[in-house]
């Protein structure tokens, strides 16, 4: 876990992030769980974002095994542990999974932004899109919380293709 605490320069809003890596045992996460509260109880009311590669669901759909064996004991911890400290957990846009394994038998939505309320009273625009995955086995998030954000910019082309025969 690592914190950063800042103040974004154009409106000097103080913020804090927390970037996790959560570890893969259950009894590891429970203390990183028990730490990370400690941290977010000293920071009520105030804006913070939680983010990164949680190694947990909230729920059986977030999770997706093609030999059906979809085997999920800890999702209601990770779920407790959002709803207990306030957090926010804003749907997925762009992709349902953000974690594939290698051969792509197994899938999952391990990473994501968690938000305080404070931060979205602040900042009610916010959504969180899966981008297209590299190399890595994760796919990169992005947050957004520019309101001027119109998403990608539309195709273009040169007025000159339009004198080509056949073109239409």
Not at 5 to 18: A, K, P, Q, V
Not at 111 to 130: G, H, I, M, T
Request: aromatic share 12%; proline share 4%; with cysteine.
């Amino acid at each position: 876990m690592l914190q950063i605490h800042g103040h974004f320069i154009r409106t000097n809003e103080e913020f804090y992030l927390f970037i996790i890596y959560a570890p893969c045992d259950p009894r590891e996460k429970q203390v990183l769980w028990a730490s990370l509260l400690l941290h977010l109880q000293a920071l009520r009311g105030a804006k913070v974002c939680v983010c990164g590669d949680f190694n947990a669901v909230r729920c059986v759909e977030e999770c997706r095994s093609v030999r059906g064996d979809d085997v999920v004991t800890d999702f209601h911890h990770f779920s407790e542990f959002i709803d207990n400290n306030g957090l926010i957990d804003f749907p997925l846009c762009g992709r349902r999974f953000t974690w594939f394994k290698g051969d792509g038998t197994d899938m999952s939505r391990i990473d994501r932004f968690l938000l305080s309320e404070e931060w979205c009273l602040q900042w009610p625009n916010c959504f969180q899109v899966a981008l297209l995955r590299g190399l890595s086995d994760h796919c990169s998030l992005q947050l957004s919380v520019d309101e001027e954000n119109w998403g990608p910019r539309p195709s273009r082309m040169l007025k000159c293709w339009q004198d080509m025969p056949r073109y239409k």
